[in-house]
C-alpha cells in the first residue's frame, strides 16, 4: 500500500482528522489528500466526511488494501477476485525476483494440492500463497510446510475451531477419539535452489473458510460449519502474522507443531515411492520428518502420504 495512504488510514482510524490538518502533517496539497481519500474509497475503505474531517468507519473489504491494513507483518498482497491458482502466480513472482509478497484470491479455478490433486477452491474460501527467500540449506524447507501449518491452524483455532495437524500438510478437525478427522485446509510448498541453497520457496495455504457442506468434498468441513463465519480479513491477517513469526523461528516450528497434532500417537499408513510404513507415529524430527515405530523397525519418512488407521 502507498504509505502515504497508509498513514492517512492510521490518522483517520482514532477519529476525524480535517483535510488542512492531514495536508499540512503529511506536506502535500488539500487537493492531494482528497485523491488520497477517493482512492483509499475506491478500495472500498469506508471513510466518512464530516464537520470535524474524515474519519474511517470501518473495513469490510476483502482485497489488497485492506488485508495489508494493520497487517503486522512485512508482506505485500496482490489479491485477485478469481484466479487459476494461487501458487502458480506466485511462482511467476518469484521468477521476476519478487520476495515477502502474499498472493491472495477469493477463488481459485485450477487449484491443486499435493501430488497434482485438484482442490475445489471456490468464492468464500480463503487461498493464498506466499513467495519468501529464506537463507536456509534446502533440507530444511520442509520446516516451512510445517510452519504454514501451525500458522493456519492457530489462526483457525482463533476462530473457535478445534483445529489440529496431521503429518505433513492438512490441517483437521478431530471427529472422536479414534485419530479420525475432517480436512480443514491444506498446505503445499514450492521450492527453486541449487544443492546448498534455496532460491525462493513458495508456500500455498487452502482453508475452507466461509463455505457451506454442499461446497465441499466428502471428508471436508469449513470454518463456517465448525464455528461460523470468519472475518476473512482478519483470519488472513492471523495466518500471515504466525507464519513470518515461526519462518523467523524454525527452531520452534516443530515443538509448537507437536502441540497441535493429531498425528503423534496414532497408529498410521504412510504411502511412499519405496513403499509404504505402517506403525505409530511416534515422533517428528528436527527437519520435519515423520518417525513411524513398528513391530520391529523405526522408520524416518521425509515425505509422503500419511493416514490414520484404527487402531488396532
Known sequence: ???????????????????????????????????????????????????????????????????????????????????GSTNERARALAVEGRADVAVLADEQTGGRGRLEREWASPSGGVWVSVVT???ISPSRAPLFTLAASVATARAAREASVDARIKWPNDVVVPVGESGEYR?????????????????WLVVGVGINANLDQEALPDGATSIREEAGDVDRRRFVQRLLEEFDRYRNDLEG??????????TLGQRVRVDRPAGEV???????????????????????????????????
Not at 507415529?281 to 484404527?310: F, I, P, Q, Y
Open 183 to 199: 480436512k480443514l485446509a491444506g498446505a503445499l510448498t514450492e521450492m527453486e535452489g541449487e544443492t546448498d541453497r534455496i532460491e
Open 133 to 135: 527467500r529464506p537463507e
Open 1 to 83: 500500500m502507498n504509505e502515504t495512504r497508509r498513514t492517512i488510514l492510521e490518522r483517520i482510524g482514532d477519529g476525524p482528522v480535517s483535510g488542512p490538518d492531514l495536508a499540512a502533517d503529511l506536506e502535500i496539497s488539500r487537493a492531494a489528500v482528497w485523491k488520497h481519500i477517493e482512492g483509499l474509497r475506491d478500495a472500498e475503505f469506508d471513510i466518512e466526511s464530516g464537520p470535524n474531517g474524515y474519519e474511517l468507519v470501518a473495513v469490510d473489504a476483502y482485497n489488497g488494501p485492506a488485508v495489508e491494513y494493520g497487517l503486522e507483518a512485512p508482506f505485500s498482497i496482490e489479491y485477485h477476485d478469481s484466479v
Open 278 to 312: 505402517i506403525g505409530e507415529a511416534v515422533d517428528v524430527t528436527g527437519n520435519g520428518a515423520l518417525v513411524v515405530e513398528s513391530d520391529d523397525e523405526r522408520v524416518v519418512v521425509s515425505a509422503g502420504d500419511c493416514e490414520h488407521l484404527r487402531p488396532i
Open 253 to 262: 516450528v516443530v515443538s509448537a507443531w507437536r502441540e497441535l497434532t493429531l
